[in-house]
């Protein structure tokens, strides 16, 4: 299981993550996930920890505390759901597909 860690300075790095996490016990792995136009940081991370008792601790400490001027918002993470691949659409979840209902596109 790992750490959801929101409302992150978008200075915050992997070893500041690490260094504030590792107060509370062993940090196995840091993830910043990155915005893929520009490179930069998404406001939030994850931590994973050896032990469901260190996250608990640090999860009891560090949610709701200000840290590089913002005011943590830290909890379990949740599993990821899966989202349909997007095939193409419009807003309405309306497959191009289906634009021509009844109507096949293949010429007679």
Same mark, same amino acid.
């Given at each position: ?5 929101? $409302? ?30 520009? +490179?930069?940081?998404? +406001? ?13 601790? !640090? ?5 709701? !505390? ?25 807003? $309405? ?6 634009? $021509? ?8």
């Amino acid at each position: 299981m790992s750490v959801y860690v929101g $409302n992150l300075s978008y200075e915050v790095t992997q070893d500041d993550l690490t260094t504030v996490f590792a107060e509370y016990g062993s940090v196995r792995r840091v993830h910043l996930p990155l915005d893929r136009d520009t +490179g930069r940081p998404r +406001g939030f991370g994850f931590v994973e920890m050896s032990s469901d008792t260190e996250e608990d601790a !640090a999860i009891e400490a560090l949610d709701g !505390a200000e840290w590089m001027g913002r005011s943590l918002k830290v909890n379990k993470a949740k599993a990821r759901e899966e989202r349909p691949r997007s095939g193409g659409g419009d807003r $309405n979840g309306n497959s191009w597909g289906n634009r $021509n209902r009844g109507y096949s596109s293949q010429r007679y």
